[in-house]
């Protein structure tokens, strides 16, 4: 495993890779409680059969990636990872995404699709279709309760951080549904958590992008306006998710705004981390859709 860094002008991003340097590049995009090492192991599958994999550490979630303007709007985190991809000197590349890491790998994709290969999303559907029919999945409301939550000020990062993170941690043992994350595998997330204003930057990403002006359409954002997706994607969903109930990927995938094509796979006995609750399902999944010839429909 190497550690590299990866850029976006006065921005630096720590980044953990796999595979030899002229390898088909993969990005893997980590999510909410998380850091690059959740890929752990679908870095070294990608990696060992010949692809490039690199998984960054996502804006905010380290000091040198925090912008001095405080800009945490999805398109802005999208326009992250052009700039990487420039750097690595890719024309295309492939590319994975988890919670809100799907969500920035989906808008990366609604922007400029000629940079893409094909997109994987893991745990989060096709959030403009979440918004305009959650009223059919009523369990849903209740689950994502925590992102009204989120919007108070000061309160949310004092009770996430509590005693060490246990509420984080709680949080994360409801969502995944099987207690994955070892105590080694949180005290590695709690060292991303504690860094200097990782706490803030986290929950920006739910007070600029999913604040309730944002879902009343009184503020746009780019998560939910941009519903066309030009480029061949692989839904992976957890059955047992306990944040992101599986029902909802019925209603949030439509051919129209797919039109290279979108497979949608559920990985039994899984919840929100499925990469770490079914790690032979997902890597297979991943290596199989990567795989595909380019054009393939699905």
Known sequence: ????????????FSALACGPADGVVVLLLHGFPDNPH????????LGDAGYRAIAPTLRGYEPSSQPVDGDYRVGSLARDLLA??????????????????????????????????????????????????AWRVPLQVINSSYIV??????????????????VT?????????????SDDDWANRRKTFDAPGVRRAMLAYYRQNASIGVALGLVRSELFSLTTVPVRTLALAGEEDGCMDVRMFEYAFRDEDFPCGVRVQRVANAGHFMHLDAPDVVNEALLMWLGLPEGHPQ
């Open 1 to 12: 495993m190497e550690r590299i860094t990866l850029n976006n002008g006065a921005l630096s």
């Open 38 to 45: 959740t890929f752990s192991g679908p870095l070294k599958a």
């Open 84 to 133: 990487w991809i420039d750097e690595l000197g890719a024309a295309k590349v492939h590319l994975v995404g988890h919670d809100w890491g799907a969500a920035v790998a989906s808008v990366a994709c609604a922007l400029v699709p000629d940079r893409f290969h094909s997109l994987t999303t893991m745990a989060v559907p096709h959030l403009p279709r979440v918004k305009r029919n």
């Open 149 to 166: 939550f989120f919007q108070l000020p000061w309160l949310p990062e004092w009770l996430l951080s509590v005693n060490e993170w246990a």
């Open 169 to 181: 941690r709680w949080m994360w043992s409801v969502w995944t549904g099987s207690g994955s994350v």
